[in-house]
């Protein structure tokens, strides 16, 4: 299950975002998703710096969101005591973040001027998109909204990005207002699966070869039962018509032996495709489950996509046996 936090932020005298349109829009493309289930959306409001402490604490957020301000001397504004401003600085705050790499995967600075001072930051433990510049609040919604709508149906963080950031240049904005990503090395293994399988062991196999492992187990389905089905016609014709043209036993019976003692094969090979649909759906969770992990040993990414690989030989051994 991956978690993500969104926290809106607007102080009491900084200009309305209207922050609501926003986590609206990410709540809609979550419900709209084909992957909803796999995401836990939770949002906090007025957020303080205890605040978000407890809420890093208790719920652990895979991604954190932070709509709001920020100025062009590195600061993002959060909320204090009693709802007015609190300037923090954002070099600061992201060193303060990475006392939650263990969970925190990618960092969502929706804010101006977000990335002033981090923008050359070396080694961060999580992805972090966010502003060079002052961003209108209408591109801000219409960049987070195609970033989550493509990650909620199974991009990773970078595609997602890149995707979002396309739609935003459709709109013919400088280059300096649209949102940047400081991409972590440290995570690039994760996301960087899907062009080809198995070429590196540090590197998991892809969503979309699990995917279409199992469409190409239930193609083969379909293909045994249809066999299946002409074999056993065949064998019943056969039947009948040594029951009309023969008195005897014997050409019954091997007339109709013949094809159904065949019908064995393809129903046990479609059984076994069966059981490996089961086995690539449980890859599939495995996959998820090591997503939500900061970071992966070369050794448990090359024996994850072994086992895949050899869910299809094993398949035939078993049915050879």
Known sequence: MIKILFIKVNPIGTKNLRLGNEENEIRNALQASTNRDDFEFHTRDAVTIED??????????????????????????????????????????????????????????NACFSLNGID??????????????????DTAVKFAKAFYTSHFNGKSVEESFNTAKSIVR?????????????????????????????????????EAEIENAKIESKQNIKEFTIWMIVLGTIAVIGTIFSIIYD????????????PTSIIFFPFRWRMTEKECINAIAEMGIRRLQFLERPQLSDTEIETFNKQFFKIRELKLKRWIK
């Not at 050359?120 to 609040?137: C, F, S, V, Y």
């Not at 008195?247 to 013949?258: D, H, N, W, Y």
Request: some cysteine.
């Open 120 to 137: 050359t930051l070396e080694k961060q433990h999580a992805h972090i998109i966010g502003m060079r510049d002052e961003i209108p609040n």
């Open 247 to 258: 008195q005897g036993k014997f050409l019954t019976t091997v007339s109709s032996a013949g």
């Open 170 to 206: 459709m709109d013919d904005y400088d280059e300096d207002l649209i949102p940047k990503l400081l991409a972590s090395e440290h995570l690039i293994k994760k996301d960087d699966d899907d062009d080809k399988l198995g070429e590196s062991k540090l590197r998991l196999i892809s």
């Open 52 to 109: 978000l402490h407890r809420d890093l604490e208790q719920i652990k957020p895979n991604i954190l969101h932070i709509s709001g301000h920020g100025n062009k001397e590195g600061v993002l504004f959060f909320n204090d005591s009693e709802g007015y401003k609190k300037e923090i600085n954002v070099l600061e705050f992201c060193d303060y973040l990475n006392n939650y790499k263990a969970h925190v995967t990618c960092v969502f600075l």
